[in-house]
T-cell receptor, first 112, second 110 residues
Framework: EAGVVQSPRYKIIEKKQPVAFWCNPI?????LYWYRQNLGQGPELLIR????????DSQLPKDRFSAERLKGVDSTLKIQPAELGDSAVYLC??????????FGPGTRLTVL | SQKIEQNSEALNIQEGKTATLTCNYT??????LQWYRQDPGRGPVFLLL?????KEKRKERLKVTFDTTLKQSLFHITASQPADSATYLC?????????FGKGTSLLVTP
């Protein structure tokens, strides 16, 4: 089966600019996660979707971050405006039933 | 506060030896504990899951133990190979979300 697809793989922007990341989960996976991974750290959950509903967004900095999952399939994570501290790898993961998660390759964001 | 600790130092071992990685946690009551492998520039890949009522799980050359009294999991790779070189992440699953440790970098030299 095809894995989790993310785009773009790399993004370089200047601070205060907006940026968006896209994720296509594995077909049939109802649960979708966005994580942020800083260098030398483990992934940290930003938001979790069950179908199109955001069921856990407690770690999402809502002043500048937003996410959506229209039709319960693809998802977009947006940052506006980006800050220097947002430089990280943004990972998307999906799961169907059970706790095992499948991760995409991530988008490496560099904010200058 | 909740904390997950993995070997902070990179682990260097010789090919053929057994690698043992440690994951300690505090202030968690995980339903599951998972181990993932992450290669540079890639997302984590699931390896093994062990439930709170299980002591040990095996998969090919991999073995995981889970001691909820000590609040510790050990991850073993037997007969290690250079291809096993990667970062290994421990993740605690409360049933709602995964909380990851920082990972341990493993280098297997020929």
């Amino acid at each position: 089966e095809a894995g989790v697809v993310q785009s773009p793989r790399y993004k370089i922007i200047e601070k205060k600019q907006p940026v968006a990341f896209w994720c296509n989960p594995i077909s049939g996976h109802n649960t979708l996660y966005w994580y942020r991974q800083n260098l030398g750290q483990g992934p940290e959950l930003l938001i979790r979707y069950e179908n199109e509903e955001a069921v856990d967004d407690s770690q999402l900095p809502k002043d500048r971050f937003s996410a959506e999952r229209l039709k319960g399939v693809d998802s977009t994570l947006k940052i506006q405006p980006a800050e220097l501290g947002d430089s990280a790898v943004y990972l998307c993961a999906s799961s169907r039933v059970g706790p095992k998660q499948f991760f995409g390759p991530g988008t490496r964001l560099t904010v200058l | 506060s909740q904390k997950i600790e993995q070997n902070s130092e990179a682990l260097n071992i010789q090919e053929g030896k057994t690698a043992t990685l440690t994951c300690n946690y505090t202030n968690y009551s995980p339903a599951y504990l998972q181990w993932y492998r992450q290669d540079p520039g890639r997302g984590p890949v699931f390896l093994l899951l062990i439930r709170e009522n299980e002591k040990e799980k095996r998969k090919e050359r991999l073995k995981v133990t889970f001691d909820t009294t000590l609040k510790q999991s050990l991850f073993h790779i037997t007969a290690s190979q250079p291809a096993d070189s990667a970062t290994y992440l421990c993740a605690l699953d409360s049933g709602y979300a995964l909380n990851f440790g920082k990972g341990t970098s493993l280098l297997v030299t020929p």
